[in-house]
């Protein structure tokens, strides 16, 4: 299937958007986003995802995959040629998808660049796509990513961040906050 037949509704700047982005990038896959506005949900969007009504969903073909880690999962096990992003053992897959679970629900390495070893898998992106935002909030002085106290993860975000299929996607801190 070439690049007409992949499609992501998303809105750029959106942290679960991003993360089938970040995916898609790291596997090599051409696609095409279709930009949703703030607040207009388009018909096709609603068609695709009948029950949530929401971005992200990416179209496959004639298939309709939403939930942007349940998305991730589907771009990791469809392209399955080029870099994995979830572990290939079964318990490790499982407690990679259990952290990305406490991610999203809750809003981290050892000794490597990042969370899945040397490349960016699963659980980087399930977190990386907030670091936009983040560093929105500390634009008004809110310390998250704090040097003194936690310089494993403001590492570990500077080396996300600097990743060829991170930059291409992460949108810029001032363009982010005049969305806000």
């Known amino acids: 299937?070439?690049?007409?037949?992949v499609?992501?509704?998303?809105?750029?700047?959106?942290?679960?958007a991003m993360r089938p982005r970040i995916a898609l990038n790291i596997k090599s896959v051409g696609y095409e986003l279709l930009e949703e506005k703030s607040g207009v949900k388009s018909d096709l969007l609603i068609k695709s995802n009948p029950v949530y009504k929401k971005i992200p969903v990416l179209i496959h073909g004639d298939k309709s995959i939403c939930e942007s880690l349940v998305i991730v999962q589907y771009i990791d096990e469809a392209w399955s040629s080029g870099p994995s992003i979830l572990?290939?053992?079964?318990?490790?897959?499982?407690?990679?998808r259990f952290w990305a679970a406490y991610i999203d629900d809750k809003k981290c390495s050892k000794g490597k660049a990042f969370f899945g070893g040397d490349s960016i898998g699963y659980l980087d992106i399930a977190l990386g796509s907030f670091l936009g935002w983040i560093r929105v909030m500390e634009l008004d002085g809110l310390t998250i990513l704090d040097a003194e106290k936690t310089p494993g993860l403001?590492?570990?975000?500077?080396?996300f961040c600097a990743d060829s299929?991170?930059?291409?996607v992460m949108p810029e801190t001032g363009e982010?906050?005049?969305v806000c």
């Open 176 to 178: 982010v906050s005049r």
């Open 1 to 5: 299937m070439g690049e007409s037949d």
């Open 154 to 159: 403001v590492g570990w975000a500077e080396k």
């Open 87 to 96: 572990p290939s053992d079964a318990y490790d897959r499982a407690t990679a």
């Open 7 to 16: 499609k992501l509704f998303g809105r750029w700047p959106s942290p679960f």
């Open 165 to 168: 299929a991170v930059k291409e």
